[in-house]
């Protein structure tokens, strides 16, 4: 199969390293698979999409499309996986659903074979490409609503998300936390998704061993926290856990090390990062915070001997396994975490998770066995860190962090995610076939006429369209946008639209 994936920013996260991961398995299996990204910032993305084993290609960077009346001869696929946003499924449907005029021989035994009538009968231009939407989580539910003017600013977006996720052809999920909301919140769609986890990039031998060697030899002992520096991810409960064992005696042979994804472009990540290291300071923890630290070993040894919070921003693959692999335990603090990949990698380098009691967690650390669950509270975790920190031997922990690595080889591999949309897929194909064989010649008179031309309905998706991309670009706060606002948000939809088809 052809296979083309549509995903908006292709950087650093866990959605963007299960598209990747995606990618890379389906390629695997023998599938042709081309991701398109609105934005890819070489620097700042996965090994894969960096060294080219996937072939990525950039559109909608700029503000006009780079083709508009050859828009119907670029490559056609056999499948679309889109996640993220559903937005752009319904202009997919639409290209997927044109008819093309054909002309079919004249059946007047009268005329010469070679001829043709007049007339031309509408037929498919072959059968049509299966849409496989991924939902990570409802966005409508990371949407903040706290007027009034907000809640009904957002009921038209609320319905656009619910009729273009409903066209997918293919419903999918992370997690039976991810389902169960998906089906409270989208009544209207009277499909159960199904569930895929997402799988763990297996490379436990690719880590840094200078940082490996550094942390072991500090004779410290480590909790790590691996999440990008955003608020929602409650990075905070983490700190305030640990910095509750301070009186404790060894205290000082012990550090937090926070690592993840940073990106200077974003606001929040500056933000929070400087609420964080307030909070080290209003907790009297010594903190410092190294970037780079593959190129600043010598900096990070000595920051680690004389700190108790570490930061380290943006950290690459071979630092962020070195870290797992001489931690005592991760600590994962995201309350209803749609499904968190960071615990799977840990358990796939042995190191035993402590996460919350709320939502992927729940279906992938087993308490007391692979790790803790434990309720987002303070007083819930610190007595967890210090059992981690002062009291569980080395064998202990061992054995917890062999297990889980079991537990993820057997559920959670590339593999096994592969062949799980794989048979999305093929499946979807096989049915759609006899569906579409017995509607191809049958006209769209049950639709009503403004649907019918074509013109007039790309005309008015792409202007319901054009104000989802406002609302995504301008929302934080209820604005009224300008004309030049108005004409940006359509650009970037009409580059999207004549991009795809």
């Known amino acids: 199969m052809k296979i083309a994936f549509i995903h908006p920013d292709l950087g650093i996260g866990g959605a963007e390293r299960l598209v990747v991961d995606a990618a890379v398995g389906l390629q695997s299996l023998g599938h042709s698979v081309t991701v398109y990204t609105s934005r890819c910032d070489r620097s700042h993305c996965f090994e894969e999409v960096r060294d080219g084993t996937l072939n990525v290609v950039v559109k909608g960077d700029t503000l006009f499309p780079r083709t508009i009346f050859g828009r119907y001869e670029n490559t056609t696929y056999d499948a679309i996986f889109v996640d993220q946003l559903s937005f752009c499924i319904p202009l997919l449907r639409m290209g997927l659903d044109r008819l093309k005029p054909a002309r079919t021989p004249n059946c007047d035994s009268s005329s010469d074979s070679s001829s043709y009538s007049r007339r031309s009968i509408p037929q498919r231009r072959k059968r049509k490409a299966r849409i496989l939407f991924y939902c990570h989580f409802p966005d409508k539910l990371l949407a903040t609503r706290k007027s009034l003017v907000k809640r009904l600013y957002r009921i038209p977006f609320d319905a656009i998300e619910a009729y273009s996720t409903s066209q997918a052809d293919i419903l999918l999920v992370n997690s039976r936390f991810t389902q169960r909301m998906f089906r409270s919140e989208f009544p209207s769609i009277d499909r159960t998704p199904g569930v895929v986890y997402p799988c763990v990039h297996e490379s436990?031998?690719?880590?840094?061993?200078?940082?490996?060697?550094?942390?072991?030899?500090?004779?410290?002992?480590?909790?790590?926290?691996?999440?990008?520096?955003?608020?929602?991810?409650?990075?905070?409960?983490?700190?305030?856990?640990?910095?509750?064992?301070?009186?404790?005696?060894?205290?000082?042979?012990?550090?937090?090390?926070?690592?993840?994804?940073?990106?200077?472009?974003v606001s929040e990540n500056l933000e929070y990062m400087t609420e964080l290291r307030r909070l080290c300071d209003s907790l009297g923890l010594e903190h410092k915070i190294i970037w780079d630290v593959e190129k600043n070993t010598t900096l990070f040894s000595s920051a680690l001997q004389s700190s108790s919070i570490l930061f380290c921003p943006s950290v690459s693959?071979?630092?962020?396994?070195?870290?797992?692999?001489?931690?005592?335990?991760?600590?994962?603090?995201?309350?209803?975490?749609?499904?968190?990949?960071?615990?799977?990698?840990?358990?796939?380098?042995?190191?035993?998770?402590?996460?919350?009691?709320?939502?992927?967690?729940?279906?992938?650390?087993?308490?007391?066995?692979?790790?803790?669950?434990?309720?987002?509270?303070?007083?819930?975790?610190?007595?967890?860190?210090?059992?981690?920190?002062?009291?569980?031997t080395d064998a202990d922990l061992q054995a917890m962090g062999k297990l889980g690595h079991e537990t993820v080889a057997k559920k959670f591999s590339r593999a096994e995610m592969a062949n799980a949309f794989e048979r999305a897929f093929l499946s979807a194909s096989e049915f759609s076939s006899s569906q579409d064989s017995s509607t191809a010649a049958t006209p769209n008179h049950h639709r009503p006429a403004i649907m019918r031309n074509p013109s007039l309905r790309d005309g008015i998706w792409i202007a319901l369209l054009a104000c989802a991309t406002y609302y995504c670009m301008y929302g934080s706060d209820f604005t009224i946008p300008s004309v030049s606002e108005v004409l940006v948000g359509t650009c970037i939809v009409l580059v999207v639209y004549y991009a795809i088809f």
């Open 317 to 392: 693959s071979p630092v962020r396994n070195a870290l797992l692999c001489a931690c005592r335990a991760l600590t994962y603090t995201p309350t209803n975490e749609h499904f968190g990949i960071v615990p799977l990698e840990a358990m796939l380098m042995n190191v035993p998770v402590i996460a919350t009691t709320t939502g992927g967690p729940l279906e992938t650390v087993d308490d007391g066995m692979t790790g803790w669950l434990r309720a987002p509270d303070v007083n819930a975790w610190t007595p967890v860190m210090h059992h981690v920190l002062f009291e569980a």
């Open 204 to 265: 436990d031998d690719n880590k840094d061993e200078t940082v490996v060697r550094i942390v072991k030899d500090s004779g410290k002992r480590t909790l790590l926290s691996v999440n990008r520096f955003e608020k929602k991810k409650e990075v905070d409960l983490a700190i305030r856990a640990y910095a509750a064992l301070k009186d404790t005696p060894g205290f000082a042979n012990t550090a937090l090390v926070i690592a993840g994804g940073y990106d200077n472009a």
